[in-house]
């Protein structure tokens, strides 16, 4: 793999700049205690450090984060509402639908940089189209129903755990 690609892939770099986020001299802490927002280095391997920082770059200024949290923010109800249409699509047993609705979460998790929930919304995408996660046919429709079903609580979770992380860093609890 080039040099290039593996710099992109990592979730944190030490050379890049934090963004914007405050120091530990400006009063929160760099350890992220559990009352101090995050910085980007916190974000561990849930979210692309690199990534989400481009997001950040929209931002009018380090101490306005106004546009790039109404774009995370908008991304968590479009998540909740997918996720209803997720169940409802299960319960249907719609495999098309929800291979549409996992490439669709896919698309938005992965321009936040949501690892974690973009690599479940391609399997869930996977499955839906009868393939298995590598991308072979898989003639099988209810082990694709069944692999789906478990994918749709791994990202769940994936998804809370993210939205915690962005959450705090925002400094904020509301939604």
């Known amino acids: 793999m080039p040099a290039s690609e593996d710099k992109v892939r990592e979730p ?39 990534t989400f920082g481009q997001i950040l770059e929209m931002d009018d200024s380090e ?28 319960e249907e ?5 929800l291979s549409s609705l996992g490439h669709f979460l896919k698309g938005s998790s992965a321009t936040l940089g949501l690892v974690k929930v973009r690599d479940s919304c391609e ?25 789906i079903t478990e994918t749709l609580e791994s990202l769940k979770t994936e998804y809370e755990d993210a939205e915690k992380i962005l959450k705090k860093f925002y400094n904020t609890t509301d939604a």
Do not use: H
Request: charged share 40%; with cysteine.
């Open 123 to 147: 399997k869930i995408q996977r499955y839906g189209k009868k393939e298995n996660e590598d991308g072979s046919p898989e003639k099988d429709e209810e082990l694709c129903l069944k692999r």
């Open 63 to 90: 101490d306005d984060r106004e546009f790039s949290q109404s774009i995370v923010f908008g991304f968590f109800e479009q998540a909740e509402e997918t996720f209803e249409s997720m169940d409802s699509a299960l």
């Open 93 to 97: 047993k719609d495999l098309e639908k």
């Open 12 to 50: 944190f770099r030490e050379d890049l700049p934090s963004y914007g986020v405050r120091k530990a001299d400006e009063g929160w802490s760099e350890q992220g205690d559990d009352d101090a927002p995050l910085n980007t280095a916190e974000f561990g391997d849930a979210i692309d450090a690199v």
